[in-house]
């Protein structure tokens, strides 16, 4: 089993191999992100609103 202390060197260890993103990568890739989401958040609200529509025709 191993021990707390050991867990942490690991964990140590792992941290020094990651390759953490400029700033520029981490501002344009928040761009994309919030872009994306924008256009399925969109695109679901025009389904959402097109099967309501096409519901209220259905029920009356």
Same mark, same amino acid.
């Given at each position: 089993? $191993?021990? #707390?202390? @050991? =867990?942490?060197?690991?964990? !140590?260890?792992? /941290? *020094? *191999?990651? +390759?953490? #993103?400029?700033?520029?990568?981490?501002?344009?890739?928040?761009?994309? +992100? %919030?872009?994306?989401? /924008?256009?399925? @958040?969109? =695109? /679901? @609200? @025009?389904?959402?609103? /097109? =099967? +309501? !529509? $096409?519901? *209220?025709?259905? %029920? *009356?």
């Amino acid at each position: 089993m $191993a021990t #707390p202390t @050991g =867990f942490l060197r690991e964990v !140590r260890d792992e /941290l *020094k *191999k990651v +390759v953490w #993103p400029t700033r520029q990568e981490t501002i344009r890739l928040t761009l994309v +992100v %919030i872009v994306v989401s /924008l256009l399925v @958040g969109l =695109f /679901l @609200g @025009g389904l959402d609103y /097109l =099967f +309501v !529509r $096409a519901l *209220k025709l259905i %029920i *009356k």
